[in-house]
């Protein structure tokens, strides 16, 4: 039956997660607003052709990555309803799509650009790394997810030509941590307890401590709002763009952060932040107007 029914297909890809990717486009967003630099629309096209390799190079992981855990999966309160592990799709099927998605994305980032190649080939290991055994590792798994994102920003950087700023890479890691903290932080307290009889979950949560994930994420969140107020009002970014107005934007990603904790700490949403960024309206006005805010700063002082 699955191989005539492409619903159970579409969702083993995840789109939900592709959200992630859009990352991507951080680089061709700055690019335009760098008075420095003279870009034109087709690098948009270059962003967006790397932003699809990696939803296609993403879906092939996850592919992979629920093979390998189809029999925890099984016994995971909503992961068992993964076409894989409910028998909607046979392991065989999800290997062999997971090559053909893997080729085509890698095919694709070489058209691209030459250095687009080695990111994401740089990303595939990773992520192997991370499903055959660095996910078992606490605290080693969350930098692998946090590294992840910057391998996303750094192949939007290299699709456009554009160098980005290692204040903006760091921000990016840093964002990634306190997500991947809150989520492994939501986990243990749900599913701690069980943990360390049945690992329903992931194998690192025995080897976690609510407490200690509390004082992380604190660390995390307040190191991330440093470091991009830094960023902000960095000299080079100040030249780059023309304008130290970007400091502006400093009270939406604050407000930013005490909404996803609210919502991880009070309401117990941590476990799915790609489902929470799409569906919260205070965090989806939030960051509409954090963009909105930032577009009009910088193609303001780009045509000042």
Same mark, same amino acid.
């Given at each position: 039956?699955?191989?005539?029914? $492409?619903?159970?297909?579409?969702?083993?890809?995840?789109?939900?997660?592709?959200?992630?990717?859009?990352?991507?486009?951080?680089? !061709?967003?700055?690019?335009?607003?760098?008075?420095?630099?003279?870009?034109?629309?087709?690098?948009?096209?270059?962003?967006?052709?790397?932003?699809?390799?990696?939803?296609?190079?993403?879906?092939?992981?996850?592919?992979?990555?629920?093979?390998?855990?189809?029999?925890?999966?099984?016994?995971?309160?909503?992961? &068992?309803? &993964? $076409?894989?592990?409910?028998? +909607?799709?046979?392991?065989?099927?999800?290997?062999?799509?997971?090559?053909?998605? #893997?080729?085509?994305?890698?095919?694709?980032?070489?058209?691209?650009?030459?250095?687009?190649?080695?990111?994401?080939?740089?990303?595939?290991?990773?992520?192997?790394? =991370?499903?055959?055994?660095?996910?078992?590792?606490?605290?080693?798994?969350?930098?692998?997810?946090?590294?992840?994102?910057?391998?996303?920003?750094?192949?939007?950087?290299?699709?456009?030509?554009?160098?980005?700023?290692?204040?903006?890479?760091?921000?990016?890691?840093?964002?990634?941590? !306190?997500?991947?903290?809150?989520?492994?932080?939501?986990?243990?307290?749900?599913?701690?307890?069980?943990?360390? /009889?049945? $690992?329903?979950?992931?194998?690192?949560?025995?080897? =976690?401590? +609510?407490?200690?994930?509390?004082?992380?994420?604190?660390?995390?969140?307040?190191?991330?709002?440093?470091?991009?107020?830094?960023?902000?009002?960095? $000299?080079?970014?100040? &030249?780059? !763009?023309? /304008?130290?107005?970007?400091? !502006?934007?400093?009270?939406?990603?604050?407000?930013?952060?005490?909404? =996803?904790?609210?919502?991880?700490?009070?309401? +117990?949403?941590?476990?799915?932040? +790609?489902?929470? #960024? #799409?569906?919260?309206?205070?965090?989806?006005?939030?960051?509409?107007?954090?963009?909105?805010?930032?577009?009009?700063?910088?193609?303001? =002082? &780009?045509?000042?």
């Amino acid at each position: 039956m699955s191989s005539i029914r $492409p619903w159970p297909w579409l969702r083993a890809l995840r789109p939900s997660q592709w959200t992630k990717n859009l990352i991507v486009f951080a680089a !061709f967003v700055f690019a335009c607003a760098d008075r420095q630099q003279h870009e034109d629309w087709h690098l948009f096209f270059s962003a967006l052709q790397a932003a699809l390799a990696f939803c296609l190079i993403s879906s092939g992981i996850y592919l992979v990555n629920d093979v390998r855990d189809c029999e925890l999966d099984r016994v995971h309160p909503t992961k &068992r309803f &993964r $076409p894989i592990a409910a028998g +909607e799709l046979s392991s065989a099927a999800a290997l062999g799509l997971a090559a053909v998605l #893997l080729l085509a994305g890698l095919a694709w980032s070489a058209l691209v650009a030459g250095q687009l190649l080695v990111v994401t080939g740089l990303y595939v290991l990773m992520q192997a790394a =991370y499903t055959f055994g660095l996910k078992r590792v606490a605290l080693l798994d969350v930098f692998v997810i946090a590294g992840g994102f910057v391998l996303r920003a750094l192949a939007g950087g290299v699709a456009v030509h554009v160098h980005l700023s290692p204040w903006l890479l760091l921000c990016t890691m840093l964002l990634a941590l !306190f997500l991947a903290l809150c989520k492994r932080r939501h986990e243990k307290v749900m599913f701690g307890s069980a943990e360390e /009889t049945n $690992p329903v979950t992931r194998h690192s949560l025995a080897h =976690y401590d +609510e407490r200690l994930l509390d004082q992380l994420i604190a660390i995390v969140s307040g190191a991330t709002l440093v470091c991009y107020a830094l960023y902000t009002l960095w $000299p080079d970014t100040v &030249r780059k !763009f023309g /304008t130290e107005h970007l400091v !502006f934007t400093v009270p939406f990603v604050i407000f930013g952060l005490f909404r =996803y904790l609210d919502l991880v700490y009070r309401h +117990e949403r941590g476990d799915r932040p +790609e489902h929470l #960024l #799409l569906s919260d309206w205070p965090l989806l006005l939030d960051i509409a107007l954090y963009g909105v805010t930032v577009l009009a700063l910088l193609f303001f =002082y &780009r045509a000042a």
